[in-house]
């Protein structure tokens, strides 16, 4: 059977799984409210074999287990002493960070499947092992003598699978109902990547005009209505509200300011030039043609029959998605974080 290096199959779990080896920190038996400690505020000393790296809630870091997900993470190339020296390999400090960041990232999501009262009974977990071992082409063989060269255990590796598992239910309940993208929104995806606006067909617009007055042609941004519009703009007033409010087109009340859609060549030059960088919704404005100032609000493009876009929506609909799930996660656990005071010691990582 083909071998396969285990080491580097644990290593895309382990970044974010927790530490067997870390200690939880003893609840108050009086209140049975969780106990918020901090890390030491001073760094290790240069002979330092193990002690507290970072704290979340009442949840700890070990320098050991920091030591332990860096030996994982660069198949055991690398590995990281007590004053912050990165020794072997070709690991950076901003890899070990990201490790870091992994291992902290893990203790919140593990703090938020007790709160959600997640678990995974040993028979499921046995079974999701076993599949995950099949199907990489393992034996149970192969897993224990690769994790025996990383001193682990088999139960070592059983609580860290059953935390990724954990934390992937978190991600289900929590993130991914977050992850939602339109048509609209991957049409302006995929312009704002490639910059093929020559494969649009028409722009959907909503316009705001305002007639400048004679006595004022020469410096319209004088003129109080174009002010008050850019401070509505500006302060995030509903663009609709404020079509109906200040737009002096004849039928603004009745279209909202809803254009039809509008050729490349129909629009105005500096709206063209933008179009590659606008986002959804965005405002461009004032723009002014003849004796008017036009607002104009982007609300997406439609993109030629048999463009590269339509070929291949499905992949740039995936890699939109992708960005998006990163981004609600990166935000949801910045946001938890803070609010379990996650924490390091002072530590400077440096090869």
Known sequence: MKKINFLAILSSTYLLVSCVSSQDIEKNSRTAETITTLAPTTPFDSNTIDGVLATVADQVILLSDFQQAVFVATQGQSNIQANGYIIGGSFTPAQAHQVLDGLIN?????????????????????????????????????????????????????????????????????????????????????????????????????????????????????????????????????????????????????????????????????????LTNLKVNEVVGPLYIGSSAFFFQYLGAQFSSGSDLEKNYGNWKSKLQEIKFSERLSEYLNTERSKLRANVRPFEIKR
């Open 106 to 274: 893990q203790k919140v999501l593990q703090i938020k499947a007790i709160e959600l009262g997640f678990d995974i009974s040993e028979e499921e977990l046995e079974s999701r092992i076993q599949d995950f071992i099949k199907q990489r082409g393992l034996t149970e063989a192969d897993l224990s003598i690769q994790l025996t060269q990383m001193g682990r255990s088999i139960d070592d590796y059983r609580v860290e699978f059953k935390n990724e598992l954990l934390k992937q239910q978190v991600i289900g309940r929590i993130i991914s109902p977050q992850v939602s993208v339109t048509d609209d929104e991957i049409n302006h995806f995929y312009l704002q990547q490639t910059g093929s606006v020559k494969q649009v067909s028409t722009v959907k617009l909503r316009s705001l005009l305002i007639k400048i007055p004679e006595n004022l042609s020469s410096n319209p941004n004088s003129f109080k209505p174009i002010q008050d519009v850019e401070k509505g703009i500006a302060s995030g007033d509903d663009f609709i509200d404020l079509v109906k409010k200040y737009s002096m087109a004849s039928d603004a009340t009745d279209t909202e300011g809803l254009l039809p859609p509008r050729t490349l060549t129909e629009l105005p030059s500096v709206l063209r030039e933008k």
